[in-house]
């Protein structure tokens, strides 16, 4: 019942039947123009895991990058501790004061 946040949310309903949210478009993927609630979505998310706890799960080599955030760039913009790591991805927790 943890929440997820993921740039894969159909890879891992597939794979687990699991519902997520989807990390935030840096990038509309239809329009190629700039999101410009970016920022806010990323706030929202850090508020939501420091206060209800959960996980980003990010999945690599799907080929997103080019509208979503890479993985560096969320672990500098979230206070993100590793939990797991393999080379098909990794999974995050929100870190601790």
């Known amino acids: 019942g943890a929440i997820i946040y993921t740039d894969a949310p159909d890879v891992l309903y597939l794979l687990d039947g699991r519902a997520t949210s989807s990390i935030p478009e840096t990038v509309d993927f239809s329009t190629l123009k700039r999101n410009p609630r970016f920022d ?4 929202e998310i850090r508020r939501t895991l420091s206060t209800r706890g959960g996980y980003v799960v990010y999945v690599r080599g799907l080929g997103r990058d080019s509208f979503l955030p890479t993985e560096a760039s ?3 913009l979230l206070p993100l501790r590793l939990v797991d790591n393999t080379g098909d991805g990794a999974i995050y927790t929100i870190a601790g004061p």
Do not use: P
């Open 40 to 43: 806010a979505q990323i706030d």
């Open 74 to 76: 969320l672990t500098r």
